[in-house]
């Protein structure tokens, strides 16, 4: 059996958790000046030996997953959320468009690591579905109106219509701004949920 623990996790783990932090957070800032830093690169905007840097994260692969956004939440529709499935939604989808606006650096990064080959990453990264989540959220109200399998499709669609990947089209092949992407990432959410309630036609009845 491994008995192995990680570095950071044994002894001083107080200091170690504030280095492992400072590189975290160095990188993070390395990303959002346009660069895809190696833990050489990181270790030297943190002012950390290089010896050190490589204690914490063995590759570039596993320092740029570690900088990838954390976000625990696990609905972003706030204290005393609407009840309409609408409004819920669109409190969703403004959320959801701040948080990517605020680390596109770090999600363009993940989506492109995503992309390439290596080793898997199941719970890593894009992966995750935190998104698909907040989604689900925003839709309980629809729970008995739609099917489970109408509501999840629903969920899917809305998700393919947002997100770093819709941003990234949205601006870098359509050409469109940040300001115009988010309007109409937020008016495709919309209109696949009036399309998905209006094409329900509810369970058949036997004859």
């Known amino acids: 059996m491994d008995m192995s623990i990680p570095y950071e996790r044994s002894g001083r783990t107080r200091q170690k958790l504030r280095t492992r932090d400072a590189l975290v957070g160095a990188t993070r800032t390395l990303i959002g000046e346009g660069i895809t830093p190696t833990v050489e690169d990181a270790a030297a905007r943190a002012a950390i030996s290089r010896t050190t840097a490589y204690r914490y994260f063995p590759n570039q692969r596993a320092l740029l997953i570690a900088a990838h956004p954390e976000i625990d939440r696990t609905s972003l529709l706030g204290v005393h959320p609407?009840?309409?499935?609408?409004?819920?939604?669109?409190?969703?989808?403004?959320?959801?468009?701040?948080?990517?606006?605020?680390?596109?650096?770090?999600?363009?990064?993940?989506?492109?690591?995503?992309?390439?080959?290596?080793?898997?990453?199941?719970?890593?990264?894009?992966?995750?579905?935190?998104?698909?989540?907040?989604?689900?959220?925003?839709?309980?109200?629809?729970?008995?109106?739609?099917?489970?399998?109408?509501?999840?499709?629903?969920?899917?669609a809305i998700r393919s219509a947002?997100?770093?990947?819709?941003?990234?089209?949205?601006?870098?092949v359509a050409g469109l701004s940040r300001a115009e992407a988010a309007e109409i990432m937020k008016w495709s959410a919309q209109a696949l949920l009036r399309s998905a309630v209006a094409d329900h036609k509810g369970p058949k009845r036997k004859p």
């Open 82 to 156: 609407p009840r309409d499935p609408s409004a819920r939604l669109g409190a969703v989808l403004e959320e959801l468009i701040r948080i990517t606006l605020e680390t596109e650096p770090q999600l363009r990064l993940a989506l492109r690591l995503s992309l390439e080959p290596g080793p898997s990453q199941p719970d890593s990264l894009l992966r995750r579905g935190r998104a698909i989540a907040w989604i689900e959220d925003a839709l309980t109200p629809l729970l008995g109106k739609l099917t489970k399998r109408e509501l999840r499709r629903l969920v899917y």
């Open 162 to 172: 947002g997100g770093i990947e819709a941003l990234v089209w949205l601006t870098d």
